[in-house]
């Protein structure tokens, strides 16, 4: 079985540019969570989607921060302008939408903001 | 809110003997997740353990077991035989019950495993 696809692994961006992540779930799994995880930090969530649905967005950065699940499969995540401090690693995570169901993380993708 | 809480920032153990990481948590609810995932330095998190608060057994998973203490909200995991692969960040992290609710995690614990 396939794991959680990411790309890209890295990117480098100068600030006020735009950049964009992109994420493939495990095939069926309807739950889809984005997590940015800051250096020396556990990651956090940035928000969860149930199928299409944006259930769980409250510590996501609407002023600059976007992030869609067209189909409820496939998910980018936006970010644009890019600031110093949205350096981090972005993981991307999924589950099927059952009780007691673990998160499978994907590899992430490191974004470094010059 | 729910926090977790990891006191260890770094851990280190000699091949083939045994370390425990520990971890604690708060929350007011009295169903809930606990989990530790490994992130080595590719950065994929995987899972090591899970256990549900519902159950008193602790979870075992080969060289790898957890002491939950629930009403000390204490969450441990020893890593017995420790071998080089080991070597890792171990994060703690808590779910509350629900069928897709996010994980809150500690700040992790950097283990290293000498030869």
């Known amino acids: 079985e396939a794991g959680v696809v990411q790309s890209p692994r890295y990117k480098i961006i100068e600030k006020k540019q735009p950049v964009a992540f992109w994420c493939n779930p495990i095939?069926?799994?309807?739950?889809l969570y984005w997590y940015r995880q800051n250096l020396g930090q556990g990651p956090e969530l940035l928000i969860r989607y149930e199928n299409e649905e944006a259930v769980d967005d409250s510590q996501l950065p609407k002023d600059r921060f976007s992030a869609e699940r067209l189909k409820g499969v496939d998910s980018t995540l936006k970010i644009q302008p890019a600031e110093l401090g949205d350096s981090a690693v972005y993981l991307c995570?999924?589950?099927?939408?059952?009780?007691?169901?673990?998160?499978?993380f994907g590899p992430g993708t490191r974004l470094l903001v010059l | 809110a729910q926090t977790v809480t990891q006191s260890q920032p770094e851990m280190s153990v000699q091949e083939a003997e045994t370390v425990t990481l520990s971890c604690t948590y708060d929350t007011s609810e009295s169903d809930y997740y606990l989990f530790w995932y490994k992130q080595p330095p590719s950065r994929q998190m995987i899972l090591v353990i899970r256990?549900?608060?519902?159950?008193?057994q602790n979870a075992t998973e080969n060289r790898f077991s957890v002491n939950f203490q629930k009403a000390a909200k204490s969450f441990s995991l020893k890593i017995s035989d420790s071998q080089l692969g080991d070597a890792a960040m171990y994060f703690c992290a808590y779910r509350a019950q629900g069928g897709s609710e996010k994980l809150v995690f500690g700040k992790g614990t950097k283990l290293t495993v000498n030869p």
């Open positions: 095939s069926g799994h309807n739950t």
């Open positions: 256990q549900e608060a519902y159950k008193q």
């Open positions: 995570a999924s589950s099927l939408e059952l009780w007691g169901e673990t998160q499978y």
